[in-house]
């Protein structure tokens, strides 16, 4: 497989309602929770992507363009920017999408970089 293909293949979405438990006082979506949520799409992506043991080393510019309401969806998308020797990099972007209409906008774009590592915890090539 050549690395594009194992890029493409490793693009990951996932979708999540937001639900009041993951507010904060203004009804949006609380910065820590969407962080959480970027972290967690990252790792899936570069772990399909290696398919290997990975740990987040880095999180880079977060920037918080719109914010996410209660009551709306939010699509989150991690694709793999950058392979090194032994890390990765994977850019995040979270959509906000109403519920009960085509409206759809980006809110939220990251990266965050990987180190793959063995058994003994020390880094490995991201690729075998």
Avoid: C
Avoid at 62 to 70: H, R
Avoid at 87 to 98: A, G, P, Q, R
């Amino acid at each position: 497989m050549t690395l594009e293909e194992r890029i493409e293949n490793s693009e990951t979405h996932i979708f999540k309602a937001i639900f009041p438990n993951t507010t904060n006082h203004y009804d949006t979506l609380f910065g820590g929770n969407a962080m959480q949520l970027m972290d967690e799409v990252a790792f899936i992506t570069a772990t399909r992507f290696s398919r290997q043991r990975v740990v987040t080393v880095s999180s880079d510019r977060i920037d918080f363009k719109k914010p996410i309401p209660g009551g709306t969806f939010a699509e989150l998308i991690g694709r793999v920017i950058h392979v090194g020797n032994t890390s990765l990099k994977v850019h995040v972007e979270i959509y906000v999408e109403d519920m009960y209409s085509e409206s759809r906008e980006k809110a939220i774009t990251g990266n965050f970089t990987f180190v793959a590592i063995g058994e003994n915890k020390e880094p490995v090539a991201i690729i075998k």
